[in-house]
């Protein structure tokens, strides 16, 4: 491989990155507010964030990355920037995968505690700040670093649209030399790479996390991905 | 935003093929990912590092990989070695053996979950250890854990549309290329999109029967 098609390399894994980066922003967006809303007292606001939580579990992230480039621009008028749009994508199928991890999380905080708000007369915003969030996120850490590893696996699929992220440049590279294994071996290398990289990164925020409410990280985090059937669990 | 009913009639045939395709792929996909994620989990318990440590970083390896390079890799490299199969075979065996990786976790946690005395029974029924496997931990084992894998089986349906980077026309590729030859992008897309929402909704109903079935 020459240094040209290194440089490609290079640009591909910047822009799974950037990529990476902002559809994980979204996706911690969406999951705590579509799952605190689970939490909430109105069943109207409960079944919306139910209702979003399935559908966009139901659905594959390749078809909603197809719909977000293809039906939203002809049918709003809305035309994305491709980061944009694999952001969007991406960001809004992810975070309902976590929606149900925050809502998990908070139904296992213990009952006694959000008793212990209402009798201190806490607001309900009180109570979830206050109370609850500070439990129950350090418990979503094992969960969320599984799930953003998933989001990385699921980057790769915007080159199928053109984006030239990693996978793309690998697709360049090997149109170039005519030969695939040794490039195609170097891109599962780099993604294996950033992925360990990255649950280094949770494992230390969650020791940290826990640290600040007293108790010990997990021994050891097995890698298995969120339930998926929708309410199976 | 503008929708034709009469699109969406065109497409519905093309419909169809593509979902036969998906379910194909499904269907073949859980059965290599069971038994190879079976094999993974028994390798996994080999009393011996030489074993464990390979198997264990491979699928390491595969899990934290995008399935859709693996896809690439065996699409384009298979054929420079010399090995052909059709673009089905090898999506097949892609999605299998990235969800093995996935169903050996679940195996391992059903075979740590039977219960120490059931070895023990079978030392001291003094039963091989073919048969202790056999007749007494994986019956056991298996049925403990089919909800788990029914869970992979409808992630590995979302990971189907995946194949058509590889030219197989399932339920996405059909779409797609419906939508290149007639300008309709809404229509085709959104079609499989519900699709996609109802089976899977299907499938956990369908799951959460079974599971009630197996408790009782």
Same mark, same amino acid.
């Given at each position: 491989?020459?240094?040209? !098609?290194?440089?490609?390399?290079?640009?591909?894994?910047?822009?799974?990155?950037?990529?990476?980066?902002?559809?994980?922003?979204?996706?911690?967006?969406?999951?705590?507010?579509?799952?605190?809303?689970?939490?909430?007292?109105?069943?109207?606001?409960?079944?919306?964030?139910?209702?979003?939580?399935?559908?966009?579990?139901?659905?594959?992230?390749?078809?909603?990355?197809?719909?977000?480039?293809?039906?939203?621009?002809?049918?709003?008028?809305?035309?994305?920037?491709?980061?944009?749009?694999?952001? @969007?994508?991406?960001?809004?199928?992810?975070?309902?995968?976590?929606?149900?991890?925050?809502?998990?999380?908070?139904?296992?905080?213990?009952?006694?505690?959000?008793?212990?708000?209402?009798?201190?007369?806490?607001?309900?915003?009180?109570?979830?700040?206050?109370?609850?969030?500070?439990?129950?996120?350090?418990?979503?850490?094992?969960?969320?670093?599984? !799930?953003?590893?998933?989001?990385?696996?699921?980057?790769?699929?915007?080159?199928?649209?053109?984006?030239?992220?990693?996978?793309?440049?690998?697709?360049?590279?090997?149109?170039?030399?005519?030969?695939?294994?040794?490039?195609?071996?170097?891109?599962? !290398?780099?993604?294996?790479?950033?992925?360990? @990289? @990255?649950?280094?990164?949770?494992?230390?925020?969650?020791?940290? !996390?826990?640290?600040?409410?007293?108790?010990?990280?997990?021994?050891?985090?097995?890698?298995?991905?969120?339930?998926?059937?929708?309410?199976?669990? | 935003?503008?929708?034709?009913?009469?699109?969406?009639?065109?497409? +519905?045939?093309?419909?169809?093929?593509?979902?036969?395709?998906?379910?194909? =792929?499904?269907?073949?996909?859980?059965?290599?990912?069971?038994?190879?994620?079976?094999?993974? /989990?028994?390798?996994?318990?080999?009393?011996?590092? $030489?074993?464990?440590?390979? &198997?264990?970083?491979?699928?390491? *390896?595969?899990?934290?990989?995008?399935?859709?390079?693996?896809? *690439?890799?065996?699409?384009?490299?298979?054929?420079?070695?010399?090995?052909?199969?059709?673009?089905?075979?090898?999506?097949?065996?892609?999605?299998?053996?990235?969800?093995?990786?996935?169903?050996?976790?679940?195996?391992?946690?059903?075979?740590?979950?039977?219960?120490?005395?059931?070895?023990?029974?079978?030392?001291?029924?003094?039963?091989?250890?073919?048969?202790? $496997?056999?007749?007494? =931990?994986?019956?056991?084992? =298996?049925?403990?854990?089919?909800?788990?894998?029914?869970?992979?089986?409808?992630?590995?349906?979302?990971?189907?549309?995946?194949? +058509?980077? =590889?030219? &197989?026309?399932? +339920?996405?590729?059909?779409?797609?290329? *419906?939508?290149?030859?007639?300008?309709? *992008?809404?229509?085709?897309?959104?079609?499989?999109?519900?699709?996609?929402?109802?089976?899977?909704?299907?499938?956990?109903? /369908?799951?959460?029967?079974?599971?009630?079935?197996?408790?009782?």
């Amino acid at each position: 491989m020459t240094s040209g !098609l290194w440089e490609l390399v290079l640009q591909g894994i910047w822009v799974t990155i950037q990529l990476l980066f902002f559809s994980s922003l979204l996706a911690a967006g969406v999951s705590f507010v579509v799952g605190v809303a689970r939490t909430h007292r109105l069943w109207i606001v409960r079944f919306l964030a139910g209702l979003y939580t399935e559908v966009f579990r139901g659905t594959s992230a390749l078809v909603m990355i197809f719909w977000v480039f293809f039906v939203l621009p002809p049918a709003f008028g809305w035309q994305l920037v491709p980061m944009w749009a694999g952001t @969007l994508a991406l960001g809004l199928t992810y975070g309902a995968y976590g929606s149900e991890i925050v809502r998990g999380a908070l139904a296992a905080v213990d009952p006694a505690q959000k008793e212990g708000g209402i009798a201190l007369s806490f607001t309900p915003w009180q109570r979830m700040k206050l109370i609850m969030l500070p439990q129950a996120v350090p418990e979503m850490i094992p969960p969320f670093s599984n !799930l953003l590893i998933e989001l990385l696996k699921g980057t790769a699929l915007v080159s199928i649209m053109g984006m030239g992220d990693l996978a793309f440049s690998g697709n360049l590279v090997r149109l170039a030399l005519q030969e695939s294994a040794e490039i195609y071996t170097y891109i599962l !290398l780099i993604y294996f790479v950033i992925a360990f @990289l @990255l649950t280094r990164v949770m494992r230390g925020l969650e020791k940290k !996390l826990k640290a600040g409410v007293g108790k010990a990280p997990r021994k050891k985090t097995a890698a298995v991905r969120v339930p998926e059937g929708s309410g199976v669990s | 935003m503008n929708w034709d009913w009469s699109a969406v009639s065109d497409f +519905m045939p093309h419909f169809w093929d593509g979902l036969l395709v998906t379910l194909q =792929i499904l269907v073949l996909g859980s059965l290599v990912s069971f038994g190879l994620g079976l094999v993974w /989990a028994l390798l996994m318990r080999v009393p011996s590092r $030489w074993v464990t440590w390979p &198997v264990g970083v491979v699928t390491e *390896f595969i899990r934290n990989t995008p399935l859709l390079v693996q896809l *690439f890799f065996l699409f384009y490299v298979l054929p420079e070695w010399n090995i052909t199969f059709s673009a089905l075979t090898t999506g097949v065996v892609a999605i299998g053996l990235h969800y093995s990786t996935y169903t050996m976790q679940v195996y391992r946690a059903g075979i740590e979950g039977v219960p120490v005395g059931q070895w023990e029974a079978a030392t001291a029924l003094n039963l091989p250890l073919g048969r202790t $496997w056999t007749a007494v =931990i994986l019956p056991q084992a =298996i049925r403990r854990v089919v909800p788990a894998l029914g869970n992979y089986v409808i992630s590995m349906l979302k990971d189907t549309p995946l194949l +058509m980077a =590889i030219t &197989v026309l399932e +339920m996405l590729g059909e779409a797609r290329l *419906f939508s290149q030859q007639n300008f309709q *992008f809404t229509e085709p897309l959104t079609v499989i999109g519900v699709a996609f929402i109802i089976i899977s909704y299907l499938a956990s109903l /369908a799951l959460r029967a079974l599971e009630r079935r197996l408790v009782h």
